[in-house]
Each structure stands twice: as C-alpha cells, then as structure tokens.
C-alpha cells in the first residue's frame, strides 16, 4: 500500500517512517506547516526535514511556501480552537495531495506526538476521507516516542522546542502565562 504521510517535522517522522517501511508500506511525505513560527523556525524545521529525507531515502513533496498569514487569518479570534483548525488546515491538504499522487491512503506524524491531541486528529482525518473518499491510516506512534527522540539525536536531527505555532511558542517560554494555564487546569 502506498501512503502519503504528512510530515511536520523531522524528529517526529524518525520513528514513523521506520515503522511504516516497518510494515511493509511504500511511504512518501508531504510537508505542509503554515502554521510555524518564525520564518527562521519554519527554514530550520525545512532544512532539517530535508537533511532527514536524504539520509534515509524518503521521496519529500514540500510546500515551501510560507503560509503564515493563511493560518492566521483562520485561528486569529478562535484561538481556543486553533490547534482543530490546524488540524484541518494540514490534513485536508495532504489528503488533496495523495489523491493528486495516487496514494492508497494518507497519515501523519501528528499521531506520533505525546503533545497533540490525538483523538482530534483521528476524528478530523476521518471526517477527510469520508469527504475526500480516500482511507485515512490510523497508527498509533506514540508507543515509540522515545525511540524517535533517540533515533533523532543519534542522527544529530535539529529538535524543535515548541509544537511550532506562535501560540505554542508563548505557551512554552512565557512563565506568565504557564502559571495562569496550570492554574486553569486545576480547576
């Protein structure tokens, strides 16, 4: 079976990738993010996702394309929603692009993460491939997120420190505002 898997990164596809071949899968990826930020982090995440591709063989399609003010313009005043949206956002293209590519079905590295909300991204890949009529593969990768963290760094892979949107980038260095979250968790 032939899979498009929608990359965000790197490090996050360093175990996915390996599992997929794994099983067998003819695995090509598809990076599109518009959600990074700053464009220095978008360029570093890229170049990173680039270097990856070469060293383990990995056919990349790549939208290179800044796409910041695209994310923006659909999160800016529902920011308790952002993280569906980008979701959306990512998905419902990579779904497009694996029809466009003749992919059997579509993934992500999304479901790698312990720090996304994976029952969202199931529900909203789901929803896609009803709409688009091509299968989404479910996997859960989490089960091997240390290992990607080792293969990473064995691979003196560059990790990133946020999830990669301005939201997330305050949520992850601005102690303010940490404080004031865990004090609304707890309630």
């Known amino acids: 079976m032939k899979i498009l898997l929608h990359v965000c990164c790197a490090p996050c596809s360093t175990y996915t990738l390996s599992q997929l ?30 270097e990856f591709s070469l060293k383990e063989d990995f056919e990349l399609e790549i939208e290179s394309e800044y796409g910041l003010s695209e994310y923006l313009r659909k999160v800016v005043f529902n920011e308790k929603n952002r993280c569906a949206i980008c979701y959306e956002m990512r998905l419902e293209k990579t779904a497009q692009q694996a029809i466009n590519t003749g992919a059997d079905a579509f993934s992500s590295t999304l479901l790698y ?75």
């Open 113 to 187: 993460s312990r720090y996304q909300n994976h029952n969202a991204i199931i529900s909203t890949c789901e929803k896609i491939a009803t709409k688009y009529n091509i299968p989404f593969y479910y996997e859960d990768f989490r089960i091997g997120w240390q290992q990607g963290i080792d293969m990473a760094i064995d691979m003196k892979l560059y990790r990133q420190p946020y999830c990669g949107c301005i939201y997330s980038e305050q949520e992850r260095y601005d102690k303010n505002l940490q404080r004031k979250l865990r004090k609304e968790r707890k309630k």
């Open 21 to 50: 071949r794994n099983n067998n899968f003819n695995v090509s990826g598809y990076f599109y993010n518009p959600n990074i930020h700053p464009y220095c982090e978008f360029r570093k995440r890229l170049d990173t996702l680039r």
